[in-house]
């Protein structure tokens, strides 16, 4: 993602998170902004955190992941810190045709971050190592 986008991004989502925050909703100003900048992925992603499909699976020494039901039922396994998905439409439209900056399941992990709707689930380091194992093996 280029460094003035995703600058903007951020300060979107901080305004987004600010605006939630405050009036349990978000204004249509930032939801115009968020499709001008993400495009078609802004509608279900936003789906995905009305459903509460975001949930945060944390480790006891902190490790994070993040699984998002799609709305195809299947579970994507989301890492922000480096702005990764296992799904398909990441792999294609982000990383081999660079048409997106990112799939909905990611923008849902920053919008649900944002607004605060992510579910949490604690995990042991073993749970957590299966999660991210289990993601390799489905894609080898």
Known sequence: MGSAVAAAGEELLAEIGSAFAQAAHVPD?????????FGPCALPALDLVDQRSVTRVVSPS?????????????????????????????????????ESLLCKHILAVYLSQAMG??????????????????????EG
């Open 117 to 138: 709707a992510c579910q949490e689930l604690s995990v042991s380091e073993e749970q957590l190592t299966n999660i991210l194992l289990a993601e390799d093996e489905e």
């Open 62 to 98: 902190g490790r994070t992941a993040y699984q998002v039901l799609g709305s195809s039922g299947k579970l994507y396994t989301c890492y922000s810190s480096c702005h990764f998905c296992t799904c398909p439409a990441f792999d294609f439209t982000v990383l081999q045709k660079n």
């Open 29 to 37: 100003e930032l939801l115009l902004g968020l499709k001008f900048l």
